[in-house]
């Protein structure tokens, strides 16, 4: 019970001090109001943004930027208007819910995120006999199931090898998220850098990606279990791990936002209430068939029966003939190309930045801590469950709060069933 107690609290001090410790470069003072406007996923350019006092004193106008985003920094904290001039909107766009006005507080040293959801201009599929409420309403949970579909099954891609590798080794890797952003890179580096097209950049992103996944354990992580280093420890080194190779991604890559070569603007699809761009369903096929076929791998191959069996009782399953340390290094392997797989797609829905895996890190925890730690099939389950939460609850909830819903779920359902959705129960003493 105390080696338990012990883990948990290492597991939240470290997810405190990876979340919340110096991750993002540029001033140390922000002092102001910022955003992004996306329509369908891609970045809305030139929109008009007015900020003033609350009173109505002018403070700046600024427009959206290529990548959608604007900031506006003032000079003391208190309450500010920001107004969208919905005429420098393109055409088909419109403000979801009709409201151009946002009134947020700047506390001092804080910039204050201002959000504005788009939406296509009269979206068809709404009857003229319903109720004005009614088919607004049944339109956005639509279209906001599908965006957490969406979003769940690129927080699976990422909590796939996260939970395998804890299934097979007990490591709880702080760096993972830092894999998803180096899949991300490295597509970027082969698409933009030397001109390939996005696909096969993506596609040798992934290879490079899990081949450094296997030198981590041949080269590192294998070495410390050799050393007889604790699991609590290595948790603690992954932290240093990921904070280190944070920081090298911000020296190669830039604090900046960028996007992939391709694919960065389409037109939307419409199909009945859902709007969304070719790229969107795409994606979610691939992502589908890799969940798919990695999980019959798991059940069918005599790999994955292995693994499976050194998850169970690593001891026993070396005793029986299995190369432990091999499986081991399959599965790191497995993780590094999945989450890199997972990067690349993170970067089409959104723009590429180099804290984006810290950014999710904390939705791939609770994806997997809700599904089950080390079972495959859990952290699907979890992540689909996360993702529709983290969408489905903008309905009711402010979108600022939305991953706060999120992780309020998770502490439910483990008070509920505290080995996860898929997880097994397990005896102690």
Not at 114 to 131: E, I, Y
Not at 153 to 178: D, K, M, P, Q, R
Not at 181 to 208: E, K, R, S
Request: charged share 10%; net charge positive; hydrophobic share 50%.
């Amino acid at each position: 019970m105390r080696r338990a107690v012990i883990a948990f609290t290492a597991f939240l001090g470290g997810l405190v001090f990876l979340l919340a410790g110096p991750a993002h470069a540029g001033p140390a003072e922000c002092q102001g109001l910022k955003g992004t406007l996306k329509l369908q996923g891609q970045p809305v350019n030139g929109v008009k943004i007015a900020v003033t006092t609350e009173g109505g004193q002018p403070v700046k106008e600024v427009a959206t930027n290529a990548q959608g985003a604007w900031d506006v920094q003032v000079d003391k904290p208190g309450k500010y208007k920001v107004t969208l001039d919905v005429s420098s909107l393109p055409q088909n766009a419109e403000v979801r819910g009709g409201t151009n006005v946002r009134t947020l507080t700047v506390y001092e040293g804080n910039c204050s995120a201002v959000l504005f959801a788009l939406q296509p201009k009269g979206a068809p599929g709404q009857q003229q006999n319903a109720s004005a409420e009614e088919s607004p309403f049944w339109t956005q949970f639509a279209q906001l199931t599908f965006e957490g579909i969406n979003l769940g099954l690129i927080i699976a891609l990422a909590a796939l090898g996260l939970s395998l590798v804890y299934g097979t080794t007990g490591l709880t890797n702080f760096a993972h998220g830092e894999l998803v952003t180096l899949g991300a890179i490295l597509a970027y580096a082969f698409n933009v850098g030397m001109g390939l097209h996005l696909i096969p950049a993506a596609v040798i992103a992934v290879i490079v990606a899990a081949a450094l996944g296997y030198a981590q354990d041949r080269f590192f992580w294998g070495q410390l279990r050799r050393r007889g280093t604790g699991t609590i420890a290595m948790m603690i080194i992954s932290i240093g791990v990921a904070l280190f190779l944070r920081y090298v991604f911000l020296l190669f890559f830039g604090g900046q936002n960028e996007a992939f070569a391709q694919y960065t603007a389409q037109p939307g699809v419409q199909i009945g209430p859902i709007s969304a761009a070719p790229k969107n369903f795409v994606a979610m096929a691939v992502e589908l068939v890799v969940l798919i076929v990695v999980g019959v791998a798991l059940l069918r191959t005599r790999t994955g029966k292995a693994a499976r069996a050194v998850a169970d009782n690593p001891a026993l399953a070396a005793s029986s003939g299995i190369n432990v340390d091999r499986v081991i290094r399959i599965i790191w392997t497995l993780g590094g190309g999945v989450a890199a797989l997972a990067g690349v797609m993170l970067g089409l829905s959104q723009n590429l930045k180099y804290t984006m895996g810290q950014d999710i890190l904390l939705l791939i925890f609770a994806g997997v801590t809700l599904g089950g730690l080390g079972t495959a099939f859990g952290a699907l389950v979890g992540s689909i469950v996360v993702g529709l939460f983290i969408q489905v609850s903008t309905l009711w909830v402010p979108p600022e709060l939305k991953s706060v819903g999120a992780l309020a779920v998770l502490i439910i359902v483990l008070l509920v069933r505290p080995q996860g959705i898929l997880g097994r129960r397990e005896r102690i003493g």
